[in-house]
């Protein structure tokens, strides 16, 4: 059964960095695409970041550029590396990962919310101003 938990959440003064955390226990975690999305409150989940199986990376426009989505296959993590934060970031995170694919995967498919089938159970950034 695939399962995914994050951690690395927490409090932080706006322009600090967090590291968000994601681990995998399902055998096709290294098979899919991995994906980080954000829900504020009274606002719909949003896509974030995503890598491929095959390591493309997506981000959304918000994020480009401070943001930074890695993987590591063997110890079956993914990571989001959040940098110059600001309160408009602040959002429950959630990691994310598709039924297994092919190597590539384009942006449309993993940014869409409907392309993942496993999601972990989020966490809590608050970035004050």
């Known amino acids: 059964q695939e399962q995914l938990v994050e951690s690395g959440g927490g409090l932080v003064q706006a322009g600090g960095s967090l590291r968000l955390s994601c681990a995998g226990s399902g055998r096709t975690f290294n098979e899919a695409g991995i994906g980080w999305f954000r829900q504020a409150p009274g606002k719909e989940r949003e896509f974030v970041a995503a890598m491929s199986r095959g390591g493309e990376i997506y981000y959304s426009d918000s994020v480009k550029g401070r943001f930074t989505i890695s993987r590591d296959k063997v110890r079956r993590t993914a990571s989001l590396q959040m940098n110059s934060l600001n309160p408009d970031d602040t959002a429950v995170y959630y990691c994310?990962?598709?039924?297994?694919?092919?190597?590539?995967?384009?942006?449309?498919?993993?940014?869409?919310?409907?392309?993942?089938?496993?999601w972990g159970q989020g966490t809590q950034v608050t970035v004050s101003s």
């Open positions: 994310a990962q598709t039924p297994r694919t092919a190597f590539y995967a384009s942006r449309a498919y993993l940014a869409a919310r409907e392309s993942y089938v496993t």
